[in-house]
């Protein structure tokens, strides 16, 4: 005798809304585990980090990035500045280095820092007959377990030469994308 095999037929629909529960569900949680975790959106406000950032600007923030290494020179990190407030600047020196600004240069541990993302800017400048920079900041030391961090836009930006060095526990994550507008999308680079 053969045996019939049966399908639950019962409620086809609600069989249906379950599975798309489910789907959603799951989709939900790995959106939330990838933007409060992993990635978060930032907006750039204001002209410090010009001419690279520009207001309106949208990105995209690697959270985990710094619990795998520490931040390194040259990155562009988003940091709490105040409990409203998160800024985005470039790490200029890390902990222990020495650092001084004179004019539209910039000296680690007594060497002329190269910045290549702010070459343009600096020539356009000199073309001009105009200092980039005009905010110097004396030599000081990098405290441990911080990191001396400054806008592109010297002149214009308010950084550890005004709020002093970042904790690394300020530190949100690195830039990594620019996603906005369409027509910027692009790696930041370093």
């Not at 399908?7 to 069989?15: E, G, W």
């Not at 795998?68 to 222990?96: Q, S, W």
């Not at 308010?158 to 709020?163: E, K, L």
């Amino acid at each position: 005798m053969e045996q019939e095999q049966t399908v639950d037929k019962s409620n086809p629909l609600k069989s249906e809304a379950w599975e798309w529960i489910k789907a959603l569900l799951i989709a939900a949680a790995l959106v939330f585990f990838i933007r409060w975790l992993i990635f978060a959106p930032f907006i750039v406000e204001g002209p410090s980090m010009e001419p690279n950032f520009y207001t309106g600007e949208r990105l995209i923030v690697n959270k985990m990035i710094y619990s795998l290494h520490k931040p390194e020179r040259g990155e562009v990190v988003v940091f709490h500045a105040t409990k409203e407030k998160d800024y985005i600047k470039r790490v200029i020196a890390l902990p222990g280095e020495t650092v001084k600004v004179e004019g539209d240069k910039v000296y680690v541990n007594n060497k002329v820092l190269d910045e290549p993302y702010l070459q343009k800017a600096l020539d356009d400048a000199a073309k001009k007959g105009v200092p980039y920079n005009t905010r110097n900041f004396p030599e000081k030391t990098v405290p441990e377990g911080m990191v001396f961090v400054m806008g592109d836009n010297r002149s214009n930006s308010q950084d550890s030469r005004d709020i002093g060095p970042v904790e690394y526990d300020k530190i949100v994550g690195r830039a990594d994308l620019i996603f906005w507008p369409f027509d910027k999308i692009s790696l930041v680079h370093f």
